[in-house]
């Protein structure tokens, strides 16, 4: 059984996120897809929030189950029995980050393979700060988003 493990903060989940999700999907046999309960980011959404709309947004998909974890990373991967684990790349900024992201988890657990997939052209401008911004600034986002996360931003917009 191959079993993968997509971490973030998914703050919100954004339809990059979701690409990286189908594609590993089938790469794995069983795909957890982890929130972390205390990004270093500033985040907008609680947990609650960011795992239910990810809940809704995954359902297509029978083999990945979503989790929430506060301990490490590496030690989330452990407990559910997870060979890999998922990150997505979208431009050379990201590499950085995840280049040395990846170099701890070799320290920490070096049996733990990272596994870095390219995102789809077309969602290689996309991230949840920049949905968050437009979205606060009234613009629409719904062709960035999954439906379940474009109608909780339109919620917060009228609140
Ligand atoms: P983190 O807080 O760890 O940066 P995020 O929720 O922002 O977590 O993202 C989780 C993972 O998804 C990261 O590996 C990030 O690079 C990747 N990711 C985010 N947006 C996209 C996108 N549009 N295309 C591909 N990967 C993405």
């Known amino acids: 059984m191959r079993t993968a493990l997509y971490p973030g903060s ?48 995954v359902e297509r998909w029978p083999n990945v189950e979503v989790k929430s974890f506060a301990n490490l990373t590496v030690e989330c991967a452990r407990e559910i029995g997870a060979q890999a684990l998922v990150r997505g790349l979208r431009a050379v900024t990201d590499f950085e980050y995840e280049f040395q992201l990846a170099a701890m988890y070799q320290q920490l657990r070096p049996e733990l393979e990272v596994v870095c997939l390219m995102t789809s052209v077309k969602y290689s401008f996309l991230s949840a700060s920049l949905v968050k911004e437009v979205a606060k600034l009234g613009g629409n986002v719904d062709a960035f988003v999954p439906a379940v996360v474009a109608a909780r931003l339109r919620e917060i917009q009228t609140a």
């Open 10 to 57: 998914f703050d919100p989940v954004t339809n990059g996120h979701l690409d990286i999700i189908a594609r590993a999907s089938q790469l794995f046999d069983r795909l957890f897809v982890g929130v972390y309960a205390n990004p270093r980011k500033d985040i907008v959404f609680s947990l609650e929030d960011r795992v239910r709309m990810l809940t809704t947004a």
